[in-house]
């Protein structure tokens, strides 16, 4: 039963790239447009950030917590509007997964070259 979870997970990520090449690859080809770009990935990088203070100031009961979740979600909707104009919705809807993890990737290696840097 063991091999079956292995199998399932390995062909689950493979599904799963596989679609994230099919939406970047129609994107860029249809549309010109990709997915993954400068824009998705600043956006997301600051949305991190403000994640990352609204989490740091959660035990202050001021209100900027709840602020900077909402300028989290704003920046995402945000990145599903200009995705949604320059594609289809499709592309959008199911790109922002996508792009959540290219942005967590992009911030990884930023890290690593932080590191190696200092």
């Known amino acids: 039963m063991t091999a079956l979870y ?5 062909l689950g990520l493979i599904v799963f790239i596989a679609f994230g090449y099919y939406l970047w ?6 549309y010109n447009y990709n997915i993954f770009g400068l824009g998705v990935i ?3 990088l600051v949305s991190l950030g403000c994640l990352f203070l ?7 009961n ?20 200009v995705t949604w104009v320059k594609s289809n ?3 959008a809807f199911f790109s922002v997964i ?10 990884s290696v930023i890290n690593r070259l932080l590191k190696v840097l200092n």
């Open 6 to 10: 292995i199998i399932g997970v390995i």
């Open 25 to 30: 690859s129609t994107a860029k080809k249809i």
């Open 42 to 44: 600043i956006r997301g």
């Open 54 to 60: 609204a989490f740091s100031m959660s035990e202050q």
């Open 62 to 81: 001021d209100g900027s917590g709840l602020i900077l979740i909402i300028i989290v979600a704003i920046l995402w909707f945000w990145t599903f509007l």
């Open 89 to 91: 919705f499709f592309i």
């Open 98 to 107: 996508y792009q959540i993890f290219a942005v967590i990737f992009v911030k």
